[in-house]
T-cell receptor
């Protein structure tokens, strides 16, 4: 398996523009997570899906952020409009069906976003 | 609110030495604790997962311990190698929440 795939790997955009980040989870995994990593705040869970359904989006910073998972093999994280403080590395991770609370997540390589 | 702390933020150790990385958490009601490795410009790789009922897990030169009552975990790396240089993060999970520490940046000196 190719692992979790994210695109683009790097994105530079101007403030106010819409940004769409994409993720393809590992085949057979039914949970998908979106994270944001910054030097100041570390790694933060934004939202996660189970069987394509959003379970917890309490980490989404504000209404400018939205995430979708239309099918088991694809998810998007959208920022509209983008702001300089959104600059960060965004990671997607996936995991196999949960058993007794155990969960090992497999991370993608991340998308490095810079908003000017 | 759960808080996860890793001290020190950075550590340099000569090659061959054994070392211990520390992780502390404020709420002992956790399902599990994981240690991850992150290389520069890369995603995270899970190293060890300790269930709340377990005390330790081992994988090769790595040993992770968990003391829930004191809110502490350690990652022991034996016979360190330059290839161990990376940032190590711990994370605790409960319900549908996972909280990460900010990591310890480890540099093994050749």
């Amino acid at each position: 398996d190719a692992g979790v795939i994210q695109s683009p790997r790097h994105e530079v955009t101007e403030m106010g523009q819409e940004v769409t980040l994409r993720c393809k989870p590992i085949s057979g995994h039914n949970s998908l997570f979106w994270y944001r990593q910054t030097m100041m705040r570390g790694l933060e869970l934004l939202i996660y899906f189970n069987n394509n359904v959003p379970i917890d989006d309490s980490g989404m910073p504000e209404d400018r952020f939205s995430a979708k998972m239309p099918n088991a093999s694809f998810s998007t994280l959208k920022i509209q409009p983008s702001e300089p403080r959104d600059s960060a590395v965004y990671f997607c991770a996936s995991s196999s069906p949960r058993t007794s609370g155990l969960e090992t997540q497999y991370f993608g390589p991340g998308t490095r976003l810079l908003v000017l | 609110k759960q808080e996860v702390t890793q001290i020190p933020a950075a550590l340099s150790v000569p090659e061959g030495e054994n070392l211990v990385l520390n992780c502390s958490f404020t709420d002992s009601a956790i399902y599990n604790l994981q240690w991850f490795r992150q290389d520069p410009g890369k995603g995270l790789t899970s190293l060890l997962l300790i269930q709340s009922s377990q005390r330790e897990q081992t994988s090769g030169r790595l040993n992770a311990s968990l003391d829930k009552s004191s809110g502490r975990s350690t990652l022991y790396i034996a016979a360190s190698q330059p290839g161990d240089s990376a940032t190590y993060l711990c994370a605790v999970q409960r319900d549908d929440k996972i909280i990460f520490g900010k990591g310890t940046r480890l540099h093994i000196l050749p």
